[in-house]
């Protein structure tokens, strides 16, 4: 998992990568509240998110709670099918802004 930023100093681009578990769920927490600490908008790339439990998904919501509270926005891209399936699962699809790639989440912020 690395972070960047990407454009602007407010906003950034979390790359997260492997199994996120409830081994790495403290980890990645960190790492999205950090991104949230420091941008007005952040980008989570899960392209290469090869598996996401519940100890994961919780990440992802505080992440998105936090970011609502500091009035940041937090939106995910490149969600490959099997993390994308499991938050069609919990109906999270209606709640995440769920972009294709990069180039459509930049676009859709404008």
Same mark, same amino acid.
């Given at each position: 998992m690395t972070e960047s930023e990407n454009g602007? +100093?407010? !906003? !950034? =681009? #979390?790359?997260? +990568?492997?199994? $996120?578990?409830?081994?790495?769920?403290? %980890? $990645? !927490?960190? =790492?999205l509240l950090g +991104?949230?600490? %420091?941008g007005r908008w952040i980008l989570v790339d899960m392209a290469e998110v090869s598996y996401i439990d519940s100890s994961g998904i919780a990440c992802l919501i505080e992440a998105l709670q936090e970011a609502r509270k500091k009035d940041a926005d937090l939106a995910l891209f490149a =969600?490959?099918?099997q993390a994308l399936r #499991?938050?069609?699962l919990a109906r999270l699809d209606t709640v995440f802004a769920i972009h294709p790639d990069l180039t459509s989440a930049v676009q859709a912020k404008g």
């Open positions: 602007t +100093a407010s !906003r !950034r =681009v #979390v790359h997260l +990568a492997g199994e $996120i578990d409830l081994e790495h769920a403290p %980890q $990645i !927490r960190k =790492v +991104a949230v600490d %420091q =969600v490959n099918p #499991v938050l069609e």
